[in-house]
């Protein structure tokens, strides 16, 4: 599989206009047999980086996955993660705050379900949510009781996007490395899965008329989503956008820019010291004797 990820991420103090970026690009596979070939030596290589990382124990990984209603978040996380201990991931879904999150700051939620070093949290949705369907949907702030008034102006959303920016900074610092990942599908290709849900019965519960209501935001979204994407990507948390409409597609981009991430990573196995050595030839003589 030939694949540059630099094409897919989107550069720092660049001003990036979604509807330049593809939806949908060849395939990088040749069959479905191929496609699971590819993934499953993927998944692989994870699987064994993340035990790496679990006794490294210096380092963890956020992967941030946003995208539209049925960009297919849930199968990708799904199948990328298929193989690897779910001892060493955690998997964590944002949607409408509880009371009790109202009462923080927005990042507060998110906060308390960031992995533990040497492992890895997946957060489907995350606090992104605050600068887009917010966004689109200011009315939700008054919800959050905030000090002062309701946004009129950029200088509200630009100072979101600066407590973001900031928090994911300090997180780098601290050894969590940041993956963003927003799936980029086109309209069309998201009605064509919103009428399978309704043709299959096992999948009409994912689809109400919430979802119908808030695809007709569709050009609001893709601007909150352009404004957030050029606020929030950096060198040390920057933003992929891949194109979604080929699901298969997409987990093999997303499995290699995770497996890209992980594989730069300086990671060993703890080394015995001395000490240790000797206690495990004591251990051995234990049980040579039992």
């Known amino acids: 599989m030939k694949l540059n990820i630099s094409d897919f991420r989107a550069l720092p103090d660049s001003k990036i206009t979604l509807k330049k970026w593809p939806t949908l690009i060849d395939p990088l596979y040749t069959s479905k047999k191929h496609y699971q070939k590819i993934l499953k030596q993927n998944v692989e290589a994870l699987s064994e980086l993340q035990h790496k990382l679990y006794a490294d124990n210096h380092y963890s990984i956020l992967l941030i996955f946003q995208g ?91 100072n979101r996007y600066r407590s973001i920016v900031e928090h994911e900074a300090h997180l780098h610092r601290s050894g969590t490395r940041i993956i963003k990942f927003f799936l980029h599908q086109s309209k069309d290709e998201q009605a064509r899965r919103f009428m399978k849900r309704i043709d299959d019965p096992d999948k009409n519960w994912k689809l109400t008329t919430a979802d119908i209501e808030q695809r007709e935001f569709w050009d609001d979204y893709t601007k909150a989503y352009e404004e957030c994407i050029n606020a929030s990507t950096t060198k040390d948390a920057p933003w992929y956008i891949i194109p979604a409409d080929d699901k298969k597609n997409a987990r093999l981009i997303i499995s290699e820019i995770f497996l890209n991430t992980l594989s730069a990573l300086p990671l060993a196995y703890p080394q015995a010291t001395d000490a240790h050595r000797l206690e495990l030839q004591t251990i051995r003589e234990h049980l040579e004797k039992s």
């Open 68 to 158: 539209m209603d049925a960009a297919g978040k849930d199968g990708a996380i799904r199948h990328v993660m298929s193989g690897i201990n779910p001892q060493g991931f955690q998997v964590f879904s944002f949607k409408q705050p509880s009371a009790s999150e109202l009462e923080h700051d927005f990042l507060w939620r998110t906060a308390r379900c960031l992995p533990e070093r040497g492992r890895i949290g997946i957060f489907n949705r995350s606090y992104y949510e605050e600068v887009l369907i917010v966004k689109v949907h200011p009315e939700f702030l008054v919800s959050q009781r905030l000090p002062d008034k309701l946004p009129s102006n950029k200088s509200f959303w630009q």
